[in-house]
C-alpha cells in the first residue's frame, strides 16, 4: 500500500477528548498510527491553538482549574506518541496568511502540500472546511474509510525513494535545520563535529574527518599518504569513475586488477602481481554494498609495506567478520551522496582513520591544508562538508541502523523471490560472503540479455540501472590495454541494478520479481 497522510484539525481532538461526535471514529483512526504507510500530522500553528481550545472547553464542561492544567498536558504529550508535527517556514506562513480566508485551514493546506505530493487528506469535523481549493477535506468517518480503501498495485516503482523515509524523520530534519539557520555557522559549525564523533563511534575507529563529498575524501586520502605523480595505486577497474580519477588526477596511475566473478570485488588473488617498486598504496572498493575481502588485502599490504584505503562509498554501514565498513584498513572512505545508504541531502563524504598522525594531515588538507588560521604548512583543498548537511546526517542517522537491517533484508527478500522461481533461469542474484553483511547499496543481478531485460523492465514501469557499463579501463581518459580484465569486461556487459531502498514493500518487490520473470518468459510458479 502506498503511503497515507492524515493532517488533523484542531476540532477532530478536541471532540475526541471530549468524547463527542466523531470520537469513537477518530479513536479507529488513530489506532492505525502503528502501521508504518499511515502518517498524522499536526501544524505546529495547531498545536498551541490545541492548547487553548482544551483547556476553554474542558473549564466549560465544569472541570476544576487544577484539573484542566493538569489534564491538558497529558493529553497533547499523549497525542504527541501518534502525531508528528510540521511546521511551515515563514514564507510559507505569510503568502498563506495573505491568500487565505481561514487562516489555520491554509496552514494545514500547505502542511499537506510540503508532503511532497503524496496522498494526504485534512480531518475535519468544520462541513464549510475552506482548503484553497488544493487539498481534500474528510470528516473523520471519510478519513477512516480512505484510510481503509484498498490501493491500486503500485505502477510506477522509484529506483530510491527518498521521501519514505523523510516523512519519518521530517520533524527532527526541520528541527536541525533550524538550528543552523539560527546560530548561522555554515561552514565548519559544531554539527561537523557532533556528525563526525557519530560517525567514529558507529564505525569503531578513532577518527572521523567530514568533507565535501566521496571524490574528495579518496583525493584527500592519497594526498595524505603523498601520492603523486609517478606513482602507482592498485584498484579495480569494476567501479565508479571516481576511484581511477581521483588517482590520474594526482598525476598518479591507476593499476587495474581485475575482481572476483561473484563478488564484484578486487580479488586479492592478483593483487600481488600488481605491485611495483612504485605502487604507493591499494585502493579496493566495497561494489554495491559488500566489503572487498580486507583480510587478505591488508596480509598483501603489510608484506610490501602498504597503506589500503578502503573506497567505502557504496558500503557504509555494511560488516566485515563483525567489523563496520570504513573500519577496515589505513584509512576508509565513503560518500553521502543523497542515494548512498547513508545519504545528505546534497554531497557529502567522510575519512575514517586509527592513525593520529594522517587524521590530522587529512582534517588539514580539507581545510586548504591549514593547522590554523591563515597558516598552511601544507597544499590542501576546499574540501569541507557543508553545516547544513551534517545536521541532515545526524537527523537521518537515527533511523540508519532499522535501515541497514531493512537493507539486508530486503536484499535477501529480492534473492529468495528470484532463486525460487524454479527453473533453470539465466539470472544470477547477489553473492554475499558468509563474513559479510550488506548494505545493497545497490541490488545487483546478472543476465545475458540485459538490454532486451531492461527494455521490458522500462516498459512495466520498473526503473532500472547498469552499474557500471564500461569498466575503467576502458574509459576514454584512463584507457589502458596493459592488464587482462576479462572478468570486468565480461560482467559490465550483463549487470543491471533493480529498485532498493529501505522503505521497498514486500508487494513492490514481488511486482518486480515477477515482471523480470515474465520478461525472460519464465514463470514464477
Ligand atoms: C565507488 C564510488 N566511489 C566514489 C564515489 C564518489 O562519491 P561522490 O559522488 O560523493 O563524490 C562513488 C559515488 O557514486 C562511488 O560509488
Request: overall charge neutral.
Amino acid at each position: 500500500m502506498t503511503a497515507k497522510h492524515f493532517i488533523l484539525d484542531v476540532n477532530v481532538i478536541v471532540d475526541l477528548w471530549l468524547k463527542e461526535r466523531s470520537a469513537p471514529t477518530t479513536i479507529k483512526l488513530l489506532a492505525r498510527s502503528t502501521d508504518p504507510d499511515i502518517h498524522f500530522w499536526l501544524t505546529a500553528a495547531a498545536l498551541s491553538t490545541l492548547d487553548y481550545v482544551a483547556r476553554c472547553a474542558f473549564k466549560r464542561r465544569g472541570l476544576p482549574p487544577e484539573a484542566v492544567t493538569q489534564i491538558v498536558p497529558e493529553l497533547i504529550e499523549a497525542l504527541l506518541s501518534v502525531v508528528k508535527i510540521l511546521s511551515n517556514y515563514g514564507f510559507e506562513q505569510q503568502t498563506v496568511y495573505q491568500r487565505a480566508h481561514d487562516f489555520e485551514a491554509a496552514q494545514m493546506a500547505a502542511t499537506a502540500r510540503s508532503l511532497a505530493g503524496q496522498p494526504a487528506c485534512i480531518v475535519t469535523e468544520n462541513q464549510t472546511f475552506d482548503t484553497l481549493g488544493e487539498i481534500l477535506a474528510k470528516t473523520p468517518e471519510q478519513a477512516l474509510n480512505w484510510l481503509q480503501e484498498k490501493s491500486t498495485p503500485p505502477t510506477a516503482i522509484p529506483f530510491i525513494d527518498l521521501a519514505a523515509q523523510q516523512t519519518l524523520i521530517r520533524p527532527l530534519l526541520e528541527r536541525n535545520i533550524e538550528t543552523v539557520l539560527r546560530h548561522g555557522q555554515y561552514i565548519m559549525g559544531p554539527e561537523i563535529k557532533q556528525l563526525e564523533e557519530r560517525l567514529a563511534d558507529y564505525v569503531g575507529v578513532k577518527h572521523c574527518i567530514t568533507v565535501s563529498d566521496g571524490t574528495k575524501a579518496l583525493l584527500i586520502a592519497m594526498m595524505a599518504l603523498d601520492i603523486g605523480i609517478g606513482d602507482e595505486v592498485i584498484t579495480t577497474p569494476f567501479t565508479f569513475i571516481a576511484t581511477g580519477e581521483m588517482i590520474a588526477l594526482l598525476g598518479a596511475k591507476p593499476v587495474f586488477v581485475d575482481i572476483d566473478p561473484r563478488t564484484y570485488n578486487i580479488d586479492p588473488n592478483k593483487i600481488e602481481a600488481a605491485i611495483t617498486a612504485k605502487t604507493k598504496a591499494i585502493m579496493p572498493v566495497s561494489l554495491y554494498g559488500q566489503c572487498a575481502d580486507f583480510d587478505a588485502i591488508n596480509k598483501i599490504a603489510a608484506n610490501y609495506n602498504l597503506p589500503v584505503i578502503e573506497d567505502g562509498a557504496q558500503s557504509f554501514g555494511a560488516t566485515y567478520k563483525g567489523k563496520q565498513s570504513c573500519g577496515l584498513s589505513t584509512i576508509g572512505s565513503t560518500s553521502f551522496f543523497p542515494s548512498k545508504p547513508l545519504g545528505a541531502y546534497g554531497d557529502g563524504g567522510a575519512l575514517f582513520t586509527n592513525d593520529d598522525h594522517l587524521a590530522k594531515v587529512m582534517s588539514e588538507i580539507r581545510l586548504h591544508g591549514q593547522d590554523r588560521r591563515y597558516h598552511h604548512p601544507r597544499i590542501g583543498i576546499n574540501g569541507r562538508m557543508d553545516t547544513l548537511q551534517a545536521a541532515i546526517l545526524l537527523a537521518k542517522l537515527s533511523l540508519f541502523p532499522q535501515e541497514v537491517a531493512a537493507r539486508a533484508e530486503i536484499g535477501a527478500n529480492y534473492t529468495r523471490l528470484i532463486n525460487q522461481a524454479n527453473t533453470n533461469i539465466t539470472i544470477v542474484t547477489p553473492y554475499i560472503e558468509a563474513h559479510n553483511t550488506s548494505v545493497y547499496a545497490q541490488y545487483t543481478l546478472q543476465t545475458k540479455n540485459r538490454n532486451a531485460l531492461q527494455e521490458k523492465l522500462t516498459k512495466a514501469g520498473i526503473p532500472t540501472a547498469v552499474h557500471y557499463p564500461v569498466p575503467l579501463n576502458k574509459q576514454p581518459a584512463l584507457k589502458t590495454n596493459e592488464f587482462a580484465l576479462a572478468i570486468s569486461e565480461s560482467l559490465s556487459e550483463k549487470v543491471i541494478s533493480l529498485p532498493m531502498h529501505p522503505y521497498l514493500k514486500n508487494t513492490e518487490q514481488i511486482h518486480i520479481v515477477h515482471a523480470i520473470l515474465s520478461s525472460i518468459n519464465l514463470s514464477s510458479e
